[in-house]
């Protein structure tokens, strides 16, 4: 590898790993739309990671604030911001992605911050760059042979760090397409599924209070900032709110829009050709008793599809649209809304005209049959059911 002006590309996972062999003193500056990162090695070893918006370079310090909000560090919050305009001017001949580099000096220096607390601050931060760089599928980049004098606050091991990326991306990927970026921002759309007991639910009841607290127009990197907590924790803990319709997600906040999905596929290395494993479909059951519902998902296996189940129609009707499940499992007989018309009004709608729409119901007879087919209904499933009989016909639409 040699020192470049000229724009060149590569694989992220390539990219890192021909520069960490060097084992020089080397950082690469790689550029998407308006985000910037930089990554910087000594001696075959990641140094630092960061990433700044150059439309935006303020925010180059958010997340700083965010890691030290998670780790306890109070005072810094309030020194940083308290002296963030002085800090800017500073540093108004650096790079954008120099200034949280630099604001974490001048804590260091006011001593809010000891090298040790120093040094697990700026592995959360690399291990955060490095996990969005890795969303990316091609990368267009600089390679720097001299690296901008810097102190070292550690030296952390290529492999590792990308194995640990890895796995948090992979697990990122297992809440899309409902959850797909930390700096989604939920909101509290129904009360009485928020509150219902859950025993899905991750983290302890009192952390769920609080967060119902902060459920305003916090990103879920902020929330779990607040909290203390891991943001891939709290984003599994949302997630079935998400999905159950009790909890709406708003897109990332300008520039945080202009980060890649943490949920797009993985940065991997170049490999032969091979079958990858699909997504679990999602099956979406509306039906007005709970106990079907609960039915439905334990016979089916959670182990082998994701659910999103409703017992309110015209609630359903609304989230439907924003879930794109891949089959539709439908009550007849329900209040308010029956599934006849339920099931007519998502046929009308462009996302659903080649979506399985399956009717449950408890009526034999051929006028519900007929009925069925002719408000849209792909085929109808009678109660009592069995395992085998709700297997055959889920397989038989989704295969």
């Known amino acids: 590898m040699v020192n470049s002006n000229q724009l060149l590309k590569s694989n992220p996972i ?58 306890g560090h109070k005072e810094a919050v309030s020194a940083l911001e308290n002296n963030v305009q002085e800090l800017l001017v500073k540093n108004q001949k650096n790079q954008p992605s120099q200034y949280e580099y630099q604001a974490i000096l001048w804590l260091l220096d006011q001593q809010y911050l000891t090298p040790f607390s ?100 916090y990103s879920i990197r902020h929330l779990a900032a607040l909290l203390k907590q891991d943001e891939l924790k709290i984003a599994k803990f949302l997630h079935p709110y998400v999905v159950n319709g009790s909890i709406f997600l708003r897109q990332p906040e300008s520039p945080f829009d202009q980060l890649p999905s943490i949920s797009a596929p993985i940065a991997q290395l170049p490999v032969a050709p091979s079958i990858q494993q699909k997504p679990c479909p999602l099956i979406a059951c509306v039906d007005d008793s709970p106990n079907t519902l609960d039915e439905i998902e334990r016979l089916l296996g959670k182990e082998n599809f994701s659910f999103f189940k409703c017992f309110e129609p ?48 408890g009526n034999q007879g051929f006028l519900s049959k007929d009925k069925a087919m002719r408000s849209g209904a792909s085929d109808y499933l009678t109660k009592p059911f069995t395992r085998a009989s709700l297997q055959a016909i889920v397989a038989k639409y989704l295969t």
Request: hydrophobic share 40%.
């Open 118 to 217: 120093a040094k697990g601050l700026v592995q959360l931060l690399v291990r955060e760059a490095i996990e969005v760089f890795l969303s990316l599928t091609e990368v267009n980049y600089r390679v720097k042979l001299q690296t901008p004098e810097m102190q070292i606050f550690g030296e952390f091991e290529l492999q590792s760090m990308i194995e640990e990326c890895q796995r948090r991306l992979g697990a990122w990927q297992s809440l899309a397409p409902v959850i797909q970026s930390p700096h989604q921002r939920p909101y509290i759309s129904s009360q009485s599924f928020w509150y219902r007991d859950n025993q899905q639910d991750r983290i302890l009841p009192t952390v769920k209070q609080q967060l119902a607290t902060l459920l305003k127009g």
């Open 14 to 71: 390539s990219l890192l790993k021909e520069t960490a062999s060097n084992n020089n003193s080397s950082y690469i500056q790689v550029t998407e739309d308006s985000v910037l990162w930089q990554v910087h090695f000594r001696s075959g070893k990641l140094t630092y990671a960061c990433y700044s918006f150059t439309s935006h370079p303020l925010h180059s310090l958010t997340r700083l604030k965010y890691h030290l909000h998670s780790t």
């Open 314 to 361: 015209i609630k359903a009707a609304i989230v439907l649209r924003r879930i794109n499940p891949d089959i539709i499992l439908l009550d007849v007989g329900m209040p308010g809304m029956n599934g006849y018309e339920l099931c007519r009004m998502l046929k009308n709608h462009p996302s659903f005209k080649k979506t399985p729409i399956i009717m449950v119901t």
